[in-house]
């Protein structure tokens, strides 16, 4: 077999650490919220790069550490969504005070996440986890990275996902 053109692959990783639990409410409007519960998220990845001529096409192990780093700091807390239009998030010593629609709630600072998303949703949540990984871009370089889809699932049959793609899948 030769190995003159670039044969791509897809490295699919949902290992068992990568997950975080955590305390949440989705906001439907202006009106309308869930009531704060929890889910045993899990998180899973897809990677599209080229197998290079040894067979290998990278050591899976730099994306899988990444990954259960950035779910490892989500982990048992209250998350919330700090661009959200309709949360005023305020801090007061050693709490948050957060309005919704004439009700205000209070969370521990301790316990609680600011996260910079706009709902706290697994498609908010699986493109805080892509940026997450992305942030060392050099390896997206070094290794040939096409493609990253994150998915993460607040439950069997519910998931929502993210996707970042390389100039050369963009350009065709």
């Not at 889910?39 to 197998?51: C, D, R, S, W």
């Not at 949703?121 to 940026?131: A, G, H, I, M, R």
């Amino acid at each position: 077999m030769a190995y003159s053109d670039k044969r791509l692959t897809t490295i699919k990783l949902a290992k068992e650490y990568m997950k975080f639990s955590a305390a949440h409410f989705t906001i439907f409007s202006a009106q309308e919220r869930e009531r704060l519960h929890g889910h045993n998220f899990t998180v899973k990845a897809e990677i599209l790069t080229p197998v290079r001529e040894d067979g290998l096409a990278f050591n899976y192990r730099i994306y899988k550490d990444k990954l259960k780093a950035c779910c490892q700091q989500l982990d048992e807390y209250v998350l919330i969504p700090r661009e959200s239009p309709y949360l005023e998030i305020e801090e007061e010593a050693e709490q948050y005070r957060i309005r919704f629609n004439n009700e205000t709630l209070f969370f521990p600072k301790s316990d609680t996440l600011l996260l910079p998303i706009r709902n706290s949703t697994v498609e908010e949540y699986s493109y805080y986890l892509l940026n997450c990984l992305l942030q060392s871009s050099s390896d997206l370089v070094d290794l040939d990275i096409h493609k990253i889809t994150i998915e993460v699932s607040s439950g069997p049959g519910q998931s929502g996902s993210s996707e970042w793609l390389s100039n050369k899948v963009k350009k065709g």
